[in-house]
């Protein structure tokens, strides 16, 4: 009978123990206010009013950015602080851009613990945290950030390191999930909707910037190059000499004195003549506006002919020009190669077998939009990655199949003029190309031609094509050795201008200004008049 109770009682603790691991560490639905439990920051700068308001479409409520151009600040303390030391984390939260996202951030600081005496309704830019996690869009920005601030053992300083090539956000005005899953053997995952979009390795110099562990050596900043160190591979030779025949003087082109005038040329004829059906307005005041001349038109007599006005010989290319003389290049023996500053080992330098995270001890949005309309719920911190799985499919999934189903059907009554499934996963491609490493000169100009097909869902062949061309050409240019800067990339098909530029806020969130170039050309191709070859 004992071993019975002691058996039950055991089978008993095991499902608590199993229940108690299950639970989320941390679950915001926002199925209540969030006054109390919330506490928004009370520094000037953040003027954003949150609201706890409806999801468009649902009865599902959320934490809302009720107003444009503004900052926000808001903090949640923990009951105790979350380690993310031994055993997974998994960090996840649902966010959906209600008004899309041209310029902001919508993310997620989870907070470090404060100094003593430290107050949340401080909360701001600089409030130290430990990983900041979540969607930004502004400019040559677009990207899932996750960022960690780790402390170097050796400086006492935190630094703070970037995943290299995070995911793009997605274009839509729909609920998304953002996940990011922190292994115990230093992995971290990044999913979007559930799907992994990245994978990580935290100690990989591949995969942060600034790499966690800092290199062995550095270049000595002590060491200065010598004076007489030369660096040019190949040099002017001393002993050649201008030619005696070579005339730098000569002009590239001269006049073509084989050429004669065509036939029918009407030298006596202008090009333009005054519009013989303008009159002059009945209010025109000579004194007042002038001597009244009548608008010039082209001459039609000039259509007929080869040409109008004083005919002049056109001019050729000169064989005798061979333009300024400069001595050949030659090996310099003197060469002693590229200089470089000697290595020394780097004070900073540590080992390290995992991060020395620091603890969760609250999670925080601070950020500066232009939108409003977007709208944060299910906040979660676990340490199952089913736990997370299971939110996921009971709060997000069925919201983003109704928006799904609503996002088609408005497609469809648009017709031609809204996005296509087909457009916005070209789209979704052409980001990550833009996000390859060998393209980074070029990519704030790749995403700017993006943005504006975007915009334009007529032109998606014309962008597709454009960044095709430069990825190609970029691409033979690193095959072969070439060294010209690629081509500015244009769309095929030409678009109104847009001038994307980033200023200082929370993250790397800046301000996006549209502008237009509403200068239209207007001047027909002029022919030729005074020249025939």
Same mark, same amino acid.
């Given at each position: 009978?004992?071993?019975?109770?002691?058996?039950?009682?055991?089978?008993?603790?095991?499902?608590?123990?199993?229940?108690?691991?299950?639970?989320?560490?941390?679950?915001?639905?926002?199925?209540?206010?969030?006054?109390?439990?919330?506490?928004?920051?009370?520094?000037?700068?953040?003027?954003?009013?949150?609201?706890?308001?409806?999801?468009?479409?649902?009865?599902?409520?959320?934490?809302?950015?009720?107003?444009?151009?503004?900052?926000?600040?808001?903090?949640?303390?923990?009951?105790?602080?979350?380690?993310?030391?031994?055993?997974?984390?998994?960090?996840?939260?649902?966010?959906?851009?209600?008004?899309?996202?041209?310029?902001?951030?919508?993310?997620?600081?989870?907070?470090?613990?404060?100094?003593?005496?430290?107050?949340?309704?401080?909360?701001?830019?600089?409030?130290?945290?430990?990983?900041?996690?979540?969607?930004?869009?502004?400019?040559?920005?677009?990207?899932?950030?996750?960022?960690?601030?780790?402390?170097?053992?050796?400086?006492?300083?935190?630094?703070?390191?970037?995943?290299?090539?995070?995911?793009?956000?997605?274009?839509?005005?729909?609920?998304?999930?953002?996940?990011?899953?922190?292994?115990?053997?230093?992995?971290?995952?990044?999913?979007?909707?559930?799907?992994?979009?990245?994978?990580?390795?935290?100690?990989?110099?591949?995969?942060?910037?600034?790499?966690?562990?800092?290199?062995?050596?550095?270049?000595?900043?002590?060491?200065?190059?010598?004076?007489?160190? *030369? /660096?040019?591979?190949? &040099?002017?030779? @001393?002993? +050649?000499? $201008? =030619?005696?025949? !070579? %005339?730098?003087?000569?002009?590239? #082109?001269?006049?073509?004195?084989?050429?004669?005038?065509?036939?029918?040329?009407?030298? *006596? /004829?202008?090009?333009? &003549?005054?519009? @013989?059906? +303008?009159? $002059? =307005?009945?209010? !025109? %005041?000579?004194?007042?506006?002038? #001597?009244?001349?009548?608008?010039?038109?082209?001459?039609?007599?000039?259509?007929?002919?080869?040409?109008?006005?004083?005919?002049?010989? @056109?001019?050729?290319?000169? =064989?005798?020009?061979?333009?300024?003389?400069?001595?050949?290049?030659?090996?310099?023996?003197?060469?002693?190669?590229?200089?470089?500053?000697?290595?020394?080992?780097?004070?900073?330098?540590?080992?390290?077998?995992?991060?020395?995270?620091?603890?969760?001890?609250?999670?925080?949005?601070?950020?500066?939009?232009?939108?409003?309309?977007?709208?944060?719920?299910?906040?979660?911190?676990?340490?199952?990655?089913?736990?997370?799985?299971?939110?996921?499919?009971?709060?997000?999934?069925?919201?983003?199949?109704?928006?799904?189903?609503?996002?088609?059907?408005?497609?469809?009554?648009?017709?031609?003029?809204?996005?296509?499934?087909?457009?916005?996963?070209?789209?979704?491609?052409?980001?990550?190309?833009?996000?390859?490493?060998?393209?980074?000169?070029?990519?704030?100009?790749?995403?700017?031609?993006?943005?504006?097909?975007?915009?334009?869902?007529?032109?998606?062949?014309?962008?597709?094509?454009?960044?095709?061309?430069?990825?190609?050409?970029?691409?033979?240019?690193?095959?072969?050795?070439?060294?010209?800067?690629?081509?500015?990339?244009?769309?095929?098909?030409?678009?109104?201008?847009?001038?994307?530029?980033?200023?200082?806020?929370?993250?790397?969130?800046?301000?996006?200004?549209?502008?237009?170039?509403?200068?239209?050309?207007?001047?027909?191709?002029?022919?030729?008049?005074?020249?025939?070859?």
């Amino acid at each position: 009978m004992m071993g019975g109770r002691a058996l039950l009682l055991l089978l008993v603790s095991a499902l608590l123990v199993q229940i108690r691991a299950s639970d989320p560490v941390l679950y915001e639905s926002f199925d209540e206010g969030f006054e109390g439990r919330w506490i928004v920051s009370k520094k000037d700068e953040y003027q954003g009013v949150w609201k706890h308001a409806k999801s468009d479409g649902h009865e599902d409520y959320g934490l809302l950015v009720s107003e444009k151009a503004r900052k926000y600040a808001i903090i949640k303390e923990l009951d105790e602080p979350v380690t993310l030391k031994d055993g997974t984390v998994v960090l996840q939260f649902e966010v959906r851009l209600q008004n899309g996202l041209e310029c902001g951030g919508a993310y997620i600081k989870y907070i470090r613990p404060q100094e003593a005496g430290w107050d949340a309704k401080e909360f701001d830019n600089e409030t130290p945290y430990t990983i900041m996690f979540g969607p930004d869009k502004c400019g040559s920005t677009n990207k899932v950030h996750f960022i960690l601030k780790h402390k170097n053992p050796m400086t006492g300083k935190y630094v703070e390191h970037h995943l290299k090539f995070p995911p793009s956000v997605p274009y839509d005005k729909l609920s998304h999930v953002y996940t990011a899953i922190l292994k115990p053997d230093n992995e971290v995952r990044i999913l979007v909707d559930g799907e992994e979009k990245k994978k990580a390795n935290f100690l990989s110099a591949d995969d942060f910037e600034p790499a966690l562990i800092p290199p062995k050596t550095i270049p000595d900043p002590e060491d200065k190059k010598p004076e007489d160190w *030369d /660096e040019r591979a190949k &040099i002017p030779d @001393p002993d +050649a000499v $201008k =030619p005696d025949d !070579w %005339d730098e003087d000569a002009p590239m #082109e001269i006049e073509d004195e084989e050429a004669t005038k065509p036939e029918g040329w009407l030298d *006596d /004829e202008p090009e333009e &003549i005054d519009d @013989p059906e +303008a009159a $002059k =307005p009945e209010d !025109w %005041d000579d004194e007042e506006d002038g #001597e009244w001349e009548a608008p010039k038109i082209d001459n039609p007599k000039c259509e007929v002919a080869p040409g109008c006005g004083e005919w002049k010989k @056109p001019m050729k290319q000169n =064989p005798a020009y061979k333009g300024k003389w400069h001595a050949p290049m030659i090996d310099n023996p003197n060469y002693k190669g590229i200089w470089k500053p000697q290595e020394i080992p780097n004070p900073e330098y540590f080992e390290l077998d995992k991060p020395d995270f620091d603890p969760i001890a609250a999670i925080g949005i601070e950020i500066w939009t232009m939108q409003d309309g977007i709208l944060f719920d299910n906040i979660l911190i676990a340490d199952d990655e089913k736990v997370a799985t299971s939110i996921l499919e009971k709060t997000w999934k069925p919201k983003y199949e109704v928006e799904k189903e609503k996002e088609k059907a408005e497609e469809a009554a648009a017709g031609a003029d809204g996005l296509s499934e087909f457009q916005k996963k070209v789209f979704d491609i052409l980001y990550k190309i833009a996000d390859i490493p060998f393209l980074a000169p070029y990519k704030t100009k790749i995403i700017d031609v993006i943005e504006k097909g975007e915009q334009q869902p007529n032109i998606t062949i014309g962008i597709l094509v454009s960044v095709i061309v430069v990825f190609v050409t970029v691409l033979f240019r690193i095959l072969f050795g070439g060294k010209k800067p690629a081509a500015p990339v244009k769309p095929a098909v030409e678009v109104k201008k847009l001038k994307a530029t980033e200023t200082d806020g929370a993250g790397s969130s800046g301000d996006k200004e549209e502008k237009e170039d509403d200068k239209e050309e207007t001047t027909a191709p002029r022919r030729r008049s005074r020249r025939e070859t």
